[in-house]
Structures are given as structure tokens and as C-alpha cells.
């Protein structure tokens, strides 16, 4: 079978770790308003101004799960918080 390209050619080199996916307050805001682009919203701007802060204050403190409970008897770690969704 044949090879493409040059005859000593190497391998690139393998890209490492994650780049941040981290979004910063401005980013986070558009994205999470783009759900409500429908004119009607607009009457509620002030309101939606409100939830995105709160959303995006959850975003950073990464409340994935703000209702757990104990996993319980049965579980490795019974005390480990599962969520309750």
C-alpha cells in the first residue's frame, strides 16, 4: 500500500489537556438570554436581567444539584450527596 505525503514524514504531535470552557459573566448572559429572543419576553427584561445573575451566580458556584440527599444504605459512600432530580 502507499503512503501519501513525504517519504520521512513524521506523526504531529498529540494535543494535551482541555482547553477552559469557563464563560465569563458577558458570555454566559447572551447565551442564556438567547433562549428568550422572542419579542413577548421583552415586557419581562428587568425580571430576565434578575434570573440571569442568579443563574449565572449558580454557573460559577456549580449548583448542578441544588436538591441531594444522602445515597444511603447500600451505596460505597452512604453519606455521598446523589441528586434528588
Known sequence: MAKCGAKHEQAPEPRTGMPDVHLDEAEFRERFLKQFADPRFAEASESLDRIA?????????????????????????????????
Open 53 to 85: 445573575a442568579i443563574a449565572f451566580r449558580n454557573y460559577i458556584d456549580g449548583r448542578k444539584a441544588p436538591h441531594s440527599s444522602p445515597a444511603g444504605e447500600g451505596y460505597a459512600d452512604p453519606s455521598y450527596e446523589l441528586s434528588d432530580d
